[in-house]
Nanobody, 126 residues
Framework: QVQLEESGGGLVQAGGSLRLSCATP????????MGWFRQAPGKEREFVAA????????YYTDSVKGRFTISRDNARNTVYLQMNSLKPEDTAIYYC???????????????????WGQGTQVTVSS
């Protein structure tokens, strides 16, 4: 079983920034393509961003393009989601996910990911 540990969530004003981290203790993060998903109150979980195993290919949902950046530090076995220009509609629980198959493919599909973190709350006030 692969454990994913998210951190970095919190409360921020609109226009502010947060950086989420996802660590894979005891595992090489290079074994996985990694993604971030989020679930707002009353809504289904949705794709946010993903990166391939080598940090060469990234993929974003349209609503975060130009504001969010996914990256990875493979030496630290950690993946990041830098979130800038935050909006109240970004409020959600953010989940880190990893997939060990087709690691060159930063998929937006939740069903492609085998491993999930517990989530970290991000709240953006207006």
């Amino acid at each position: 079983q692969v454990q994913l540990e998210e951190s970095g969530g919190g409360l921020v004003q609109a226009g502010g920034s947060l950086r989420l981290s996802c660590a894979t203790p005891g595992r090489r993060v290079t074994d996985y393509a990694m993604g971030w998903f989020r679930q707002a109150p009353g809504k289904e979980r949705e794709f946010v961003a993903a990166v391939d195993w080598s940090d060469s290919i990234t993929y974003y949902t349209d609503s975060v393009k130009g504001r969010f950046t996914i990256s990875r530090d493979n030496a630290r076995n950690t993946v990041y989601l830098q979130m800038n220009s935050l909006k109240p509609e970004d409020t959600a629980i953010y989940y880190c996910a990893g997939k060990g198959r087709r690691t060159w493919d930063p998929s937006p599909l939740q069903s492609d990911y085998e491993y999930w973190g517990q989530g970290t709350q991000v709240t953006v006030s207006s």
